[in-house]
């Protein structure tokens, strides 16, 4: 009996070391996803930029559709957490959905067949002006925005990006 009770002490304090709650079927806590970035709701500015240019050339302006800034807010949340360096990823993360689907986990449907549904301009900033100002020096994306078959936009900001996606 005397050697146990060594062996006994040594066993009592490996368990009150370990706390309440350890035990065989105990598992440390799982780590927490990390936290959404912040969007800025909208990015009305980003729109009233859009539709000023689309008004001085006679085009109607984009209504806003909550489906497509909710598009835009997913990705502008994903660009600010991934912050992908290579602008061939701007568009479809790795392993991450692609616009289409974006789109359509919105819930946005064209408002008539066209054979586009939308399009999507990135820009690595957050600030409007400086996206919109990138995206007029670009032929794709200005085209896109003054698009005359375009009919509706969602656009929103988060960390240094700035989305703007576009209905037809």
Same mark, same amino acid.
């Given at each position: 009996?005397?050697r146990r009770l060594?062996?006994?002490?040594? *066993?009592?304090?490996?368990?009150?070391? @370990?706390?309440?709650?350890?035990?065989?079927?105990?598992?440390? &806590? $799982?780590?927490?996803?990390?936290?959404? $970035?912040?969007?800025?709701?909208?990015?009305?500015?980003?729109?009233? *930029? #859009?539709?000023?240019?689309?008004?001085? *050339?006679?085009?109607?302006?984009?209504?806003?559709?909550?489906?497509?800034?909710? @598009?835009?807010?997913?990705? $502008?949340?994903?660009?600010?957490?991934?912050?992908?360096?290579? &602008?061939?990823?701007?568009?479809?993360l790795p392993g991450?959905?692609?616009?289409?689907?974006? /789109?359509?986990? @919105?819930?946005?449907?064209?408002?008539?067949?066209?054979?586009?549904?939308?399009?999507?301009?990135? @820009?690595? #900033?957050?600030? &409007? $002006?400086?996206?919109?100002?990138?995206?007029?020096?670009?032929?794709?994306?200005?085209?896109?925005? *003054?698009?005359?078959?375009?009919?509706?936009l969602g656009t929103?900001?988060?960390?240094?990006?700035? #989305?703007?996606? /576009?209905?037809?």
């Amino acid at each position: 009996m005397p050697r146990r009770l060594p062996a006994l002490a040594v *066993l009592a304090l490996v368990v009150l070391a @370990a706390g309440p709650g350890a035990g065989p079927g105990c598992r440390p &806590p $799982a780590p927490e996803a990390p936290a959404p $970035a912040p969007v800025s709701p909208g990015a009305p500015a980003l729109a009233d *930029l #859009v539709n000023h240019r689309r008004a001085a *050339l006679g085009r109607r302006p984009l209504r806003h559709d909550a489906r497509l800034e909710s @598009a835009a807010r997913r990705h $502008a949340g994903d660009l600010a957490l991934v912050r992908p360096a290579d &602008p061939r990823h701007w568009h479809r993360l790795p392993g991450g959905p692609g616009l289409p689907e974006r /789109v359509a986990d @919105a819930g946005y449907r064209p408002s008539r067949p066209s054979g586009w549904v939308a399009g999507e301009t990135v @820009a690595p #900033v957050d600030d &409007p $002006a400086t996206a919109w100002a990138l995206w007029l020096h670009s032929d794709p994306h200005r085209e896109q925005l *003054l698009d005359p078959a375009a009919v509706a936009l969602g656009t929103a900001r988060s960390r240094g990006w700035s #989305v703007a996606v /576009v209905g037809y």
